[in-house]
Each structure stands twice: as structure tokens, then as C-alpha cells.
């Protein structure tokens, strides 16, 4: 058990830019959240995956924002033309079984957006 | 809809003395409630969570919390501080499914020599 991953831990990047962030979720779990966390907030949910199936997306998610899970291991979050406002630290948490398990955190990619 | 309301966005305590950091809740179902620790550059960790059963649930590192229906409230406490507890704790929670956890804005707890 190697723990939720996610890379990179820190992007710089233009607004108007697309930016692409990974994570690599406790294996065997089937589970895989997306969280934005903003300074002085908790996280906020974004949305969820089942296996590689996308079950519940957060009004949160814009249009611009874009969530893949292809194999059901790896997850993908991707920002297109960033804004200022995006600027945050995205979670992955990752968890096995039904509703009730825990979830597992990574430690976060920070995302500035100059 | 659920929602999480954490009382003090900063406590300071002295070592050894006792911790307690508030959290109230809103559920419109019966709500499964957490308590997670968040330390400098780290992801999220889980002290406790209660789900169903006994409502006073033991964490790890010597935490507990009371699920208090009639208050609404999961209060975090833990009888002697340490150094080692400065961190930021979060509330959470989520209706039984579990997939659309709710957290509160955060508490974090400094802990004096």
C-alpha cells in the first residue's frame, strides 16, 4: 500500500492555459473523488468515480473542467483555458467497497493560475 | 443537503490541556460524520468517523468525538495536548452513500509550549 499519488504536487501555469493532473489511486480501490480545496476552505467535492464510471459531477465543475478514469486505475482532471479563479489545491481521494469507507487522500497538486 | 459549520477558525492551546474543536451538521438524512487531520504539505487523514451504533467514537492518536443528535453537534476532543497535534482539522459529512462528503472550512489547532 503505497498511498493516493498525484502529480505534479505543484503547477504555475497562464491563465487561458490547459493544465492536466494525474492521479494514481491505493490499488484494488474502486473508488476515485476529486476535491478543490481554496486557502481557508475545506475541500469541496467535485466529482466521483465507480471503476471508470463517472457517477456524480459537482455543479462546481464548469464545462471547462473535464474528469477521466479510462481503466478504472488512474484518473485524470483536466483544466482548459484557465482563470485566476482556479487557482487551488486539487484532491484525489481514493476508497474500496460501498458507501461507507473511508477515503483515502493524496496530498494534493496546488494549482496557481498567474 | 448536508452542510458543516465548524466553530473557531483558530484554537490555541497549551500542552497537556485539553483539546475540544466544535462541529455542528445539517442532514436532511440519519449522516455519517468524519473528523480529518490535514499537517503542512500533506494530504488528508482520517481520526474517526461514526457511522451508525455507539456515539462516542475513539480515533487514533488519542482523539474522540460524540455524535450528539439532539445538538446536531460531532465535537472533536482529546483530554491532553501535544506538540504534535498543531495541525488543521476538518469535519465532514456525507449522506450514507458516502459520495458527496460535505467538509467544514477548517479549524486549525496550535498547540503552546
Not at chain 1, 492521479?23 to 480545496?37: F, K, T, V
Not at chain 2, 440519519?30 to 455507539?54: D, E, H, I, R, S
Not at chain 2, 439532539?70 to 482529546?78: D, Q, W
Request: glycine fraction near 8%; charged fraction near 20%; hydrophobic fraction near 30%.
Amino acid at each position: 500500500d503505497t498511498g493516493v499519488s498525484q502529480n505534479p504536487r505543484h503547477k504555475i501555469t497562464k491563465r487561458g492555459q490547459n493544465v492536466t493532473f494525474r492521479c494514481d489511486p491505493i490499488s484494488e480501490h474502486n473508488r476515485l473523488y476529486w476535491y478543490r480545496q481554496t486557502l481557508g476552505q475545506g475541500p469541496e467535492f467535485l466529482t466521483y468515480f465507480q471503476n471508470e464510471a463517472q457517477l456524480e459531477k459537482s455543479r462546481l465543475l464548469s464545462d471547462r473542467f473535464s474528469a477521466e478514469r479510462p481503466k478504472g486505475s488512474f484518473s485524470t482532471l483536466e483544466i482548459q483555458r484557465t482563470e485566476q479563479g482556479d487557482s487551488a489545491m486539487y484532491l484525489c481521494a481514493s476508497g474500496q467497497g460501498s458507501g461507507t469507507d473511508t477515503q483515502y487522500f493524496g496530498p494534493g497538486t496546488r494549482l496557481t493560475v498567474l | 443537503a448536508q452542510s458543516v459549520t465548524q466553530l473557531g477558525s483558530h484554537v490555541s492551546v497549551s500542552e497537556g490541556a485539553l483539546v475540544l474543536l466544535r462541529c455542528n451538521y445539517s442532514s436532511s438524512v440519519p449522516p455519517y460524520l468524519f473528523w480529518y487531520v490535514q499537517y503542512p504539505n500533506q494530504g488528508l487523514q482520517l481520526l474517526l468517523k461514526y457511522t451508525t451504533g455507539a456515539t462516542l467514537v475513539k480515533g487514533i492518536n488519542g482523539f474522540e468525538a460524540e455524535f450528539k443528535k439532539s445538538e446536531t453537534s460531532f465535537h472533536l476532543t482529546k483530554p491532553s495536548a501535544h506538540m504534535s497535534d498543531a495541525a488543521e482539522y476538518f469535519c465532514a459529512v456525507s449522506p450514507d452513500n458516502n459520495n458527496d462528503m460535505r467538509f467544514g472550512a477548517g479549524t486549525r489547532l496550535t498547540v503552546k509550549p
